[in-house]
């Protein structure tokens, strides 16, 4: 079965048997793979291609839930930035307060300490002059009897003693209730 264009001569296109053959064998083949091996090809396609959209979904999935914790992180970092403000401004103003109270408690020992020792200053003098007029009194006393040569009486002692303190006590020179200065 030759298929002739011209007549007499070799064409392009001759149908013989082998191009039958390989016609049928090829379709055969077509078929075979159609029914054997096309459905595994086609399976094992489809599973790649779900693999992949799902491998895409988790990807996806994955970027969100980053993107929500790169959210979430930088709430917290905010969050965390204003407590540490909010520490540091209350630090400042407890230093300020302590600085203030101890200040304060500072400033009152000094007037305590101040007042203490204008007490004792006070006692001290009080001490020292009792202490000058014991004396004065006693040397006064001796004086007089060296003086007068004798011994004076209980009212006499204790108005010569009064009379010498209040000079001692008053050495300007301005009479004294009592008396005069210079007797």
Not at 151 to 157: M, P, R, V
Request: hydrophobic residues 40%; proline residues 1%; glycine residues 8%.
């Amino acid at each position: 079965m030759t298929l002739f264009l011209q007549s007499g001569e070799a064409n392009i296109l001759s149908i013989n048997g082998t191009f039958v053959i390989e016609l049928v064998a090829f379709l055969v083949m077509l078929a075979v793979l159609a029914r054997f091996a096309y459905p595994y090809i086609d399976a094992a396609a489809q599973r790649r291609q779900r693999a992949i959209a799902e491998a895409l979904e988790n990807a996806e999935r994955q970027r969100k839930e980053a993107q929500e914790e790169l959210e979430k992180a930088r709430g917290q970092l905010e969050d965390a930035r204003k407590q540490a403000q909010e520490l540091i401004a209350g630090a400042s103003r407890s230093a300020d307060q302590v600085r203030e109270d101890l200040k304060a408690k500072g400033e009152e020992e000094a007037k305590r300490l101040v007042e203490s020792a204008r007490r004792d200053i006070e006692a001290a003098r009080q001490q020292a002059l009792s202490s000058v007029q014991q004396e004065v009194a006693g040397l006064v006393v001796a004086a007089t009897e060296k003086v007068i040569g004798e011994s004076l009486d209980g009212a006499k002692h204790k108005k010569l003693i009064d009379d010498a303190i209040r000079e001692v006590a008053n050495p300007g020179g301005k009479e004294v209730s009592g008396g005069r200065r210079g007797r």
